[in-house]
């Protein structure tokens, strides 16, 4: 029976493709790359033939179907454009058809920016949360940021080097000035990791550029600020004196660490 396997390839270094990953795109009929041009590098440094297609998340239905129909006819293997397939790739949405076909799909594990950067961050990985990309509007990155501002488990993010800035700026705003592990250009020739706390990153990264992992650090439990009696008072004071519930919660979330959620939640318990 065919299989499409999910091959991880190198984030930087083209050394840590492993053994078995160079085997299977050499065995398989077709590979689907989400970046044909740096997969072709990869596959020319190791003398690689296999037919390469594309499959981005620009593909449509009709390359979706294509690719299925390669698979009945042989064996197939997805790459994205560095990684692990279907980690915030569109390689995800091939693999869930190729499950409701019945085909069998099979990892070849490898070279991830999540658990490298872990690994190097000095921040502890022993529960930890990945949210991919950001949102790039302000509003909507601030309320991912608030709906896991009281996890304690270590927060793993993508940034592009445009956004980082304004990521590190609502990150304190929302999160507070944590401890931040900010990785950038993993396993290549320009690599840096700088440690320390978010404010102290926004100021290291004035002009970034490259490619950027962020580990944060989860909310710790007696650094977590409670609602306290004063803290309802003021809150239905402003409500009282007719100030809008967002701007109140605004003010408030930036006096106290609150997050915002739960200082709305508790605006619309006041009467």
Partial sequence: MPVLYIVATPIGNLED?????????????????????????????YEIKTPLT???EHSGHARLTQILGHI???????????GMPGISDPGYELVTAAIHQG?????????????????????????????????????????VLESIAGDPATIVIFEAPHRLTASLSD???????????????????HEEVFRGTVSQAAAHFAGPRGEFTLVIEGRREQDRPQITGDIERQLRDMR????????????????????????????????
């Fill in 72 to 82: 009945e006819e042989g064996d197939v293997a997805l790459v994205s454009e560095a």
């Fill in 54 to 56: 594309s499959f981005h």
């Fill in 171 to 189: 990150i304190a705003e929302v999160l507070g000035d944590r401890r931040i592990a900010v990785c950038r250009e993993l396993t290549k020739i």
């Fill in 17 to 45: 493709i492993s053994l078995r990953a160079l085997r299977t795109l050499r065995e398989v009929k077709l590979i689907a790359a989400e970046d044909t041009r740096k997969t072709r590098r990869l596959l020319n440094r």
């Fill in 240 to 271: 009282l004196s007719g100030m809008p519930a967002k701007e109140a919660v605004a003010i408030v979330a930036g006096e106290t660490g609150l997050s915002r959620r739960e200082l709305y939640r508790t605006w619309l318990r006041l009467v």
């Fill in 103 to 143: 085909v069998t799909v099979v990892p070849i594990p490898g070279p991830s920016a999540v658990t490298a950067a872990l690994a190097v961050s000095g921040l502890s990985a022993e529960r930890f949360s990945c949210l991919g990309f950001l949102p790039g509007r302000a509003n909507a990155r601030q309320r």
